[in-house]
């Protein structure tokens, strides 16, 4: 069985302070990992991609995540946080080559100046 | 990188009829996903639309409803068939490059009457 959970439905950040969004998932194969952002009436965009090579994976706008594979992890991260980060973020999970892509629920993030 | 259009990227219909939407992508590709979006929910696959073969449907989403074709690699169609207004929904196209990585069209804003 595959899952993602994305712990936090709403995270609400200042501007200017670190960004931390989690995402936990359980696979029984190798997984592929990801992240993507959608903004307001936009597409979804890619900002980040695990496929088992560095586990620090650094994506644009400054986000990077961490693939902890003892914690199932692969939170979202963000030093500084900037208005125009404020969207709705997605983790998703592969495997087998996208035999199997689950998405996870979503975390909307609001910046506050 | 991939660079996906959708025709169209918004209707309204009526309650009974069909409509098809269109995804064309920039280069050739095998593997392409049709997804729904339910207004304030993720991404819920509908089917997996490869070509060469019969698409692929997941649980709760059947052909009769959801009837797919895949005549090329850069081209597919999806149609909603005897629309309810459950079906209103965000319709989204999405591939897979050579490089692994899932990209999404812009999506199709379908709101039934």
């Known amino acids: 069985a595959q899952s993602v959970t994305q712990l936090d439905s709403h995270v609400s950040v200042s501007e200017g302070t670190p960004v931390l969004l989690r995402c936990n998932y359980s696979?029984?194969?190798?997984?592929?990992l990801f992240w993507y952002v959608q903004h307001p009436n936009k597409g979804l965009q890619l900002l980040l991609k695990?496929?088992?090579?560095?586990?620090l994976v650094k994506g644009i706008n400054g986000f990077e995540a961490e693939f902890k594979k003892s914690e199932t992890s692969f939170h979202l991260t963000k030093p500084s946080a900037h208005m125009s980060d404020a969207a709705e973020y997605f983790c998703?999970?592969?495997?087998?080559?996208?035999?199997?892509?689950?998405f996870g629920t979503g975390t909307k993030l609001q910046v506050i100046p | 990188s991939a660079v996906i259009s959708q025709k169209p990227s918004r209707d309204i219909c009526q309650r009974g009829t069909s409509l098809t939407i269109q995804c064309q992508v920039d280069?050739?590709?095998?593997?392409m996903f049709w997804y729904r979006q339910q207004p304030g929910q993720s991404l819920t696959l509908i089917a997996t639309?490869?070509?060469?073969?019969?698409?692929?449907?997941e649980s709760g989403f059947v052909i009769d409803k959801f009837p797919i074709s895949r005549p090329n690699l850069t081209f597919s169609t999806l149609t909603v068939s005897n629309m309810s207004p459950e079906d209103s929904s965000i319709y989204l196209c999405?591939?897979?490059?050579?490089?692994?990585?899932?990209?999404f069209g812009p999506g199709t804003r379908l709101l039934v009457l």
């Open positions: 696979s029984s194969y190798s997984p592929s």
């Open positions: 998703v999970v592969t495997s087998g080559g996208y035999q199997k892509v689950t």
């Open positions: 695990y496929t088992s090579a560095a586990t």
């Open positions: 280069s050739q590709v095998t593997m």
């Open positions: 639309a490869n070509q060469g073969s019969e698409a692929t449907y």
């Open positions: 999405s591939v897979v490059t050579g490089g692994e990585t899932q990209y």
